[in-house]
């Protein structure tokens, strides 16, 4: 798994669109709404994660050095605990408990959140950033894919990211005082992908619709780790 990151990463990808297939290719080549899971699945999974990044806005809220950080923060976690509010609505509008939706779910977020978790306050910010924008474009990608009425609304919080570019401004502008910290960021952003592909990998194989097979999902990751490398770039550092 890792040694194919570090292969995409030197490599220049031909742009596809997924879904398509080339004369003489063998590969398959598949949107990533073909593997939504059902919306309960979704539901349970999406609802847990944005209360996860809440909870770890609110702890980087905690260790800002500045009133103006703190502010910058405290707007991201209010994005994302209103994401949560909305899904958690839309459970018991039909008539379930979102804890219990929750629950079956909650491991493979919580270990993913423990693999990424760091004392440096730094690179917390820059998780919620990168990880933040990777898994509601992922997310809402799968959404895309689901039989429900809910499918346009759920596409549309996970797209609402009225507060990433506070967060690019704040990175930014912390790498422009400390041009040290660009290093280090740089190392940091290029373990979250390998992690974050391996929660994705998790989620695409609850797909309902379509068997996991990790030859033909291959495409569907370049794609991620391009929308991922563009996030560095916004900020200087090298994906």
């Known amino acids: 798994m890792f040694e194919w ?22 590969a398959v080549r598949l949107q990533l709404s073909e593997f939504a899971p059902g919306i309960m699945p979704f539901l349970g999974l999406t609802t847990y994660l ?29 994005v994302t605990l209103a994401k949560h509010q909305r899904l958690s609505e839309e459970l018991r509008r039909r008539g379930r408990e979102p804890h219990l939706v929750m629950e079956p ?31 509601d474009g992922f997310f809402a990608a799968l959404a895309r894919g689901i039989d429900d009425n ?53 989620v695409l194989s609850l797909s309902e619709g379509r068997t996991f097979v990790a030859s033909h999902v291959e495409p569907i990751f370049t794609e991620l780790i391009a929308d991922h490398s563009r996030r560095m770039d916004d900020l200087g550092l090298t994906a």
Do not use: C
């Not at 491991?107 to 690179?123: G, L, M, N, S």
């Not at 990168?130 to 898994?135: N, S, T, Y």
């Open 50 to 78: 944005q209360l996860s990044l809440y909870e770890a806005a609110a702890r980087a809220v905690a260790g800002a050095p500045d009133l103006e950080s703190k502010e910058v923060l405290a707007r991201s976690a209010g």
């Open 105 to 135: 779910y909650t491991p493979v977020i919580d270990r993913y959140i423990e693999r990424i978790d760091t004392p440096d306050w730094h690179q917390h910010v820059l998780s919620i950033y990168l990880v933040g924008g990777l898994f």
């Open 150 to 202: 809910f499918r346009t609304e759920a596409i549309e919080i996970l797209v609402d990211n009225s507060s990433r570019d506070d967060l690019n401004r704040l990175l930014a502008n912390e790498i422009a005082v400390d041009p040290q910290l660009a290093n280090r960021l740089a190392l940091w952003g290029r373990r979250l992908v390998g992690d974050t592909l391996l929660v994705s990998r998790e």
């Open 5 to 26: 990151i570090k292969r995409l990463r030197k490599e220049k990808m031909p742009t596809r669109k997924l879904g398509s297939r080339e004369a003489g290719e063998d």
